[in-house]
T-cell receptor, first 111, second 113 residues
Framework: SQQGEEDPQALSIQEGENATMNCSYKTSINNLQWYRQNSGRGLVHLILIRSNEREKHSGRLRVTLDTSKKSSSLLITASRAADTASYFC???????????FGEGTQLTVNP | DTEVTQTPKHLVMGMTNKKSLKCEQHMGHRAMYWYKQKAKKPPELMFVYSYEKLSINESVPSRFSPECPNSSLLNLHLHALQPEDSALYLCASSQPLSAGELFFGEGSRLTVL
């Protein structure tokens, strides 16, 4: 079964606004990762947060993890048109090496 | 620029053809992966190789045959595919099964006629 589910499925914002995407998962995890995919391209790793971490920052990205709610959020601040892409969360289960991707959020940033 | 190189970028084949997808990485990673991705869907894991040995096969039909000739190369041999196998095939690599970051190639877009 799919480990992660994301919402919203699609998000359209104006340049300069913040974008927030959410991910929920079902089982205990080792870590949670976020990836970005431009249309028809490969995935690019953005950030990894371990199960014992609650928040992590990388540039304009902020990721939170709430293991009690089995959920994570990705915040992109001061969005740019170049941030237009699909964003996927991916979870690695405790004791496992399999990385399972959520359904993804399609982000469109309008100039 | 990605450090995982996939060839070809595009492939069109008939249902009776035999073709191969190739993947190469020079990051010293000892785990390599094949994922399949349909349009507007997340990548789905197909195979995982760890130290050149197949460690995970996600019940993939035998018309897909993976091969890992050495630590830098990963192939996916295709034979007697169906039109529903048309998809983007993504190769990835990582440190050996560390559950850490995956490095993806740009993918091979496969169309089966």
């Amino acid at each position: 079964s799919q480990q992660g589910e994301e919402d919203p499925q699609a998000l359209s914002i104006q340049e300069g606004e913040n974008a927030t995407m959410n991910c929920s998962y079902k089982t205990s995890i080792n870590n949670l990762q976020w990836y970005r995919q431009n249309s028809g391209r490969g995935l690019v790793h953005l950030i990894l947060i371990r199960s014992n971490e609650r928040e992590k920052h990388s540039g304009r990205l902020r990721v939170t993890l709430d293991t009690s709610k089995k959920s994570s959020s990705l915040l992109i601040t001061a969005s740019r048109a170049a941030d237009t892409a699909s964003y996927f969360c991916a979870t690695s289960s405790t004791g496992g090496s399999r990385l399972t991707f959520g359904e993804g959020t399609q982000l469109t940033v309008n100039p | 620029d990605t450090e995982v190189t996939q060839t070809p970028k595009h492939l069109v084949m008939g249902m009776t053809n035999k073709k191969s997808l190739k993947c190469e990485q020079h990051m010293g990673h000892r785990a390599m992966y094949w994922y399949k991705q349909k349009a507007k869907k997340p990548p789905e894991l197909m195979f995982v190789y760890s130290y050149e040995k197949l460690s995970i096969n996600e019940s993939v039909p035998s018309r897909f045959s993976p091969e890992c000739p050495n630590s830098s190369l990963l192939n996916l041999h295709l034979h007697a595919l169906q039109p529903e196998d048309s998809a983007l095939y993504l190769c990835a690599s990582s440190q050996p099964l560390s559950a850490g970051e995956l490095f993806f190639g740009e993918g091979s877009r496969l169309t089966v006629l």
